[in-house]
């Protein structure tokens, strides 16, 4: 079965924002690629922007990845504001969706604590302190 492994732009603080996730999810980073390590005579890289991220990835669980670039800013800013997609991550236990809701709201704005829903299963969202939207559950089979 096909996996979806969530990808997400940034305005220059990708690694702010993934160094902070590392520090919820744990793991470590299997690549970090900076624009200047792909720099070259085809490929010219503002001195300002030599040294952030190109791409980066951070294993979730099993089977799953977190990856993310930051956008140069000759192609324009990513609205952070706007309704960009949710990642949704179900989790093994309650236990582990709290931590996860907690760790990762941290400085954020929630939009639904977490707790037990109407539907059955144990689910929160928020928005994280870097503006991206996050939905956490657990559904017990």
Same mark, same amino acid.
């Given at each position: 079965?096909?996996l979806? &492994?969530p990808h997400?732009? =940034?305005n ?6 993934f #160094? =902070?996730? *590392?520090?919820?999810f744990? $793991?470590? =980073? #299997?690549k970090?690629?900076?624009f %200047? ?7 010219n890289?503002a %001195? &300002?922007?030599?040294d *952030?991220?190109?791409?980066i990835? @951070?294993?979730? $669980?099993k &089977?799953?990845? @977190?990856m993310?670039?930051d956008?140069?800013a000759a192609?324009?800013? #990513?609205?952070?504001?706007?309704n960009?997609? %949710?990642?949704?991550?179900s989790?093994e236990?309650k236990?582990?969706?709290?931590? @996860? =809701? &907690?760790? @990762?709201s941290a400085g ?7 707790g037990?829903s109407g539907?059955?299963?144990y689910?929160?969202c928020?928005r994280d %302190?870097?503006g991206?939207?996050w ?5 017990q089979n």
């Amino acid at each position: 079965m096909a996996l979806i &492994n969530p990808h997400i732009n =940034f305005n220059g603080n990708a690694e702010e924002a993934f #160094t =902070f996730y *590392k520090s919820v999810f744990g $793991g470590e =980073f #299997t690549k970090v690629i900076r624009f %200047k390590d792909l720099a070259g005579p085809e490929f010219n890289v503002a %001195k &300002n922007e030599e040294d *952030k991220i190109m791409h980066i990835v @951070l294993p979730i $669980g099993k &089977n799953s990845m @977190l990856m993310a670039n930051d956008v140069p800013a000759a192609m324009g800013r #990513t609205n952070e504001n706007e309704n960009r997609s %949710k990642i949704v991550i179900s989790a093994e236990s309650k236990q582990e969706a709290d931590k @996860l =809701f &907690n760790g @990762l709201s941290a400085g954020g704005q929630i939009e639904g604590p977490i707790g037990d829903s109407g539907w059955g299963s144990y689910f929160g969202c928020f928005r994280d %302190k870097y503006g991206i939207e996050w939905i956490v559950e657990f559904a017990q089979n």
